[in-house]
């Protein structure tokens, strides 16, 4: 079948906010527990796979970037969990942020526009001074705050001084301050000093040291439990569609023309990690493989887009449902030949 052109584009997830300094530092996590508050779900995860978490707290000290788990899903300084959305899309329709318990509102900021940084300006802003966003911070007693940043201009629905209910609206997910993907910026925190709400650990304290304490209720643990990998959205095409039509929230295209120049399986994942090895298949409605490419992944991306085409060559195409397959292997321990499976979808179209 010759040389099968495969695309591949990378990209990191900058979310844009970092620890407030805390006027007490809370040095190990045996601080009290009485009256701290059980999170539920700080986003309307009610639409299925809505909520992924593409960032967590930083844990390793220093310039590293390690999340609590070891894995790369943060960076550094990084002091909250992101909930991300999908595409630009779900974000225009409006995703609430809810209230993750019953508290008062402390701060709130609704005037600053929502606007994706491209590539370029994502990396500048890396090394820039943090940018405000819209957000409310919200007390629960006993010195525990929660903080919810990158609201929609105009979406935030509370007043300082407000009592709010648990589950109770906020505002919307959006992307003001600094950020590349839509995204609610979720933080914990003790007497200012930052607590990861997975292992109640302390960000900068090494990772893979365990759970001490889970903030999280049931529904949240389930809804937003740690997964390494997973599809953002991903079908079949006539052409290789543009990455900002991908970002914006591109489905399945089907059907498919007989007569189209191409036939494309695209594909947009969070969480591809150095030496993970991914295959992509396109098969024709009689079940032949058309196309196929097998990569490995020189290091760690945040997102990463991949397309797989293959040109006519006849008239027409067959007509038939046509398929694209991704499978995403990681090497599995010390050893480099053992693969663990780590994330496997399919997307069909019809042609005619
Ligand atoms: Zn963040």
Redesign the pocket.
Known sequence: MGRVPLAIFLSLAF???FPVTAAEQIKSPNYPLEGAPLLSLPVDCSEAGRCSV??YVDFAPGPKALDHTCGPLTYNG?????IRLRSVEAMERGVAVLAAATGTVIASRNDIPDRLLNEVEARQALAAPVKPSNSVSLYHGNGWTTHY??LRKGSVTVKTGQIVKRGQQLGLIGASGS?NFP?????LLLRDQVIDPYSGRLPGSGCGAGVHHSFWNEEAAKLLAYRSSGVLNAGLAERIPSQRKIRRGLRNKTPLSTTADQIVFWTRIWGLRRNDRFHIRLFAANGALLAESTQRADDDNAVSIASLSISRRTDAWPQGTYRGEYLLERPNGAKDEKFEKILKFSREAEIR
């Open positions: 979310c844009g906010l593409q960032n990084h002091s909250g969990v992101d940043g990158h950020t995204h609610l910026h979720f933080t």
